[in-house]
């Protein structure tokens, strides 16, 4: 991001000029069997500095041991209760006044989380959503609760049916008349916000042109948006404004978002590409300073965000691949999974330190066209200094001879002159990088000078 050129003076300044600027809360969940008492999570969360929790059901146990605590607290309704809340206002009713009424004020209950990621949910729940919120909002008012507490929903990123460029963000034409426009109008007329889960991960896991450095927060280039010619630096500031623009884009330009969820795994599987604890500590300790030091995304530069890491232990009953119980900023031992700060006064000593893995390649990228990759191996090899003799006719990695290969030995020669030096690999956005070994032919890409 450009903010990270600013002095150490500016940084240290803006730390305690904007210290209310963001905020950082943390995903509370418990599909585990060895997770601590909640007594013991809530001094955790205390001793961390960590004045927001959401959770994804209403366990009296824990409701009860945040009281008194200070800490923010998001409740969530799940999936399976959406058909009976939406059904009936008394049995919405009943819900409040259980796992709500019972609670609060001494447990500061600030939100309700009306079911999660219900577009993407099997059962089918999207149908329900609408109701359920409406009567769950009745039930507040009538307990003089509506004043204190939100209510929204947590979506999927993948809701954001166009995403990129960030400009051309859109919600999927068949929902947006039964259900994004009605829900915008009651986030509208009741003051709330809306609930976003975005995974940067997932973006990085699944296409391999997005740069690990502009998912990580870190020194890059950064990406033009062709829409509305702003500059992004982080792929999280990009998927954010892909949510604003999709909301603007109906005309609902005054709702502020939340993230409900956003997380990077410290351990995955094999095919899991970035899982790990150096990438999974760079991103959430770079995001909390992105937050907490203030200002919004390129396109609502003044819309300072809450955001919830996800989440606070290692879940081991969790399904799916090994990255989904991994997720933990701790260990059920309480222990840290990787040293980050959550506040203000932790980010002065805080510094991300890249940790560059063994083996990592610069490649092009072959869908630039071979106009760009020609005038960028042009380039390489003659102002940027790469060593272009092994393609030579007749060397050693002429074959293949395509300009896609000739333009990755040329690029990764000069990413490794360089010592892979962040902005190193990029030529124009031609080049990415890469973890596993080239392969043209026979020829072998160096590592290293």
Known sequence: MERLAFSCLFLFISLLAVADAGSIGVNYGRIANNL??????????????????????????????????????TVGLPNELLLAVA?????????????????????QIEAIAVGNEVFVDPNNTTRY?????????????????????KISSPIAFSAIQNSFPSSAGSFPPELVESV????????????SYFMINAYPFFAYDSDSHVPLDYALFRENPGVVDAGNGLRYFSLFDAQIDAVF????????????????????????????????????????????????????????????LTVYLFALFNENNK????SERNYGLFYPTEEKVYDIPFSVEGLKNYNDTPRTP?????????????????SALEYACGEGGADCHPIQPGATCYNPNTVEAHASFAFNSYYQKK????????FGGAAYVVTQPPRYGSCEFPTGY
């Open 87 to 107: 059904s009936s206002k008394s049995f919405a009713s009943t819900w409040v006044q259980k796992n709500v009424g019972a609670f609060h004020p001494s447990t």
């Open 319 to 322: 399904n799916g691949s090994t």
């Open 419 to 426: 010592s892979r030096a962040m902005g190193s690999c990029y």
């Open 36 to 73: 601590p008492s909640a007594l013991k999570v809530v001094s955790l969360l205390k001793s961390q500095g960590l004045n927001r929790v959401k959770v994804f059901n209403s366990d009296p146990a824990v409701l009860k041991a945040l009281s008194g605590s200070g800490i923010k607290v």
């Open 245 to 304: 623009a999709a909301m603007s884009a109906l005309k609902y330009d005054d709702i502020k978002v939340v993230v409900t969820e956003t997380g990077w795994p410290s351990k995955g599987d094999e095919n899991e590409v970035g899982a790990s604890i150096p990438n999974a500590a760079a991103y959430n300790g770079n995001l909390v300073r992105r937050i907490l030091t203030g200002g919004g995304t390129p396109l609502r530069p003044k819309a300072d």
């Open 358 to 374: 063994v083996n990592m390649w610069c490649v092009a990228k072959g869908d630039v066209g071979k106009e760009k990759l020609q």
């Open 129 to 149: 959503l609408i109701p359920a919120m409406k009567n769950l909002h009745d039930a507040l008012v009538n307990n003089d609760f509506n004043n204190d507490i």
């Open 180 to 191: 994004f426009k009605p829900l915008l109008d009651f986030l509208h007329q009741t003051g």
